[in-house]
């Protein structure tokens, strides 16, 4: 049952950041608006600790997604493992 109220509140806060933003404001530009200096250091990080490849491949398609898609994707996450514990999730 927890897993599934878990699940249920990052998709209220999926729907509530597609209704105030707008069904199409970027996930980077959400971020930039609250920390800039944070994306800025987590590319740097990523580039130069991890692979500078990374960076280009997969944040950046993922910073271009839609605000309101990474809860909807965490809370199918919790659904998802709710769904895989019968009569416990």
Do not use: H
């Not at 404001?25 to 930039?32: D, E, I, M, S």
């Not at 608006?33 to 994306?39: D, E, G, K, T």
């Amino acid at each position: 049952m927890v897993l599934k109220t878990v699940a249920l509140l990052f998709f209220a806060s999926a729907l509530m950041l597609a209704l105030t933003l707008g069904a199409w404001w970027p996930l980077g530009a959400l971020l930039f608006r609250i920390n800039p200096a944070a994306l800025n250091s987590l590319q740097a990080g990523v580039q130069r600790y991890l692979f500078p490849e990374l960076w280009d491949g997969l944040f950046v398609p993922l910073l271009n997604t839609p605000a309101w898609v990474l809860p909807a994707l965490i809370g199918a996450c919790f659904l998802l493992a709710a769904s895989l514990r019968p009569g416990r999730g």
